[in-house]
């Protein structure tokens, strides 16, 4: 599948690298190929250069002339709500739940473990409530050779049945 996401004016990225690392920024203009002017007026990120091996382009586009001011992206920005669906989609939420793990001390560790212990404990006894009332109905009890040849049987002409519906069209 060809590329969704360019290098463009207008184009949202986050910042993966540097002192502004964690923000979005909106491209407002590419410099060269390696270089873009950016600016987050949302983000707290003033207008600079940022290497483009610095971004992660985004999904998320605003439209606004190529070296427009800060106001003019800040206003796109709002109009846009680009924060709002930054803070709803999937890549935002991962990123705080990794800096919520980063953060975690051993003591944080050790709940987390035992309370995953514990509904592990719990997911096994539900389990195993529901397989052993399968037991007694009598859904995982051995089948006779009779049974046996039966079910193939009908999965027999049941092959055959969509062949020659297939053969037909």
Same mark, same amino acid.
């Given at each position: 599948?060809?590329?969704?996401?360019?290098?463009?004016?207008?184009?949202?990225?986050?910042?993966?690298?540097?002192?502004?690392?964690?923000?979005?920024?909106?491209?407002?203009?590419?410099?060269?190929?390696?270089?873009?002017? &950016?600016?987050?007026? *949302?983000?707290? &990120?003033?207008?600079? #250069?940022?290497?483009?091996?610095?971004?992660?382009?985004?999904?998320?586009?605003?439209?606004?002339?190529?070296?427009?001011?800060?106001? &003019?992206?800040?206003?796109?920005?709002?109009?846009?709500?680009?924060?709002?669906?930054? *803070?709803?989609?999937?890549?935002?939420?991962?990123?705080?739940?990794?800096?919520?793990?980063?953060?975690?001390?051993?003591?944080?560790?050790?709940?987390?473990?035992?309370?995953?212990?514990?509904?592990?404990?719990?997911?096994?006894?539900?389990?195993?409530?529901?397989?052993?009332?399968?037991?007694? #109905?009598?859904?995982?009890?051995?089948?006779?050779?009779? *049974?046996?040849?039966?079910?193939?049987?009908?999965?027999?002409?049941?092959?055959?049945?969509?062949?020659?519906?297939?053969?037909?069209?």
């Amino acid at each position: 599948m060809p590329f969704q996401r360019f290098v463009e004016t207008g184009r949202v990225a986050y910042v993966a690298d540097g002192s502004n690392r964690g923000k979005l920024v909106a491209i407002v203009d590419v410099i060269d190929q390696t270089r873009a002017l &950016v600016d987050g007026p *949302e983000s707290g &990120v003033p207008r600079q #250069e940022l290497r483009l091996n610095q971004l992660h382009l985004t999904k998320f586009r605003i439209p606004f002339a190529h070296s427009a001011r800060t106001k &003019v992206v800040r206003k796109a920005w709002k109009d846009a709500e680009i924060s709002k669906k930054w *803070e709803e989609s999937s890549w935002c939420k991962r990123v705080q739940n990794v800096a919520k793990r980063r953060e975690m001390n051993d003591f944080d560790r050790f709940k987390l473990r035992r309370v995953r212990k514990h509904r592990n404990h719990l997911r096994t006894i539900a389990y195993r409530r529901l397989t052993n009332k399968k037991i007694k #109905e009598g859904v995982f009890k051995k089948k006779t050779k009779e *049974e046996l040849v039966k079910i193939r049987a009908d999965s027999a002409k049941a092959r055959a049945g969509k062949k020659a519906k297939a053969g037909k069209k």
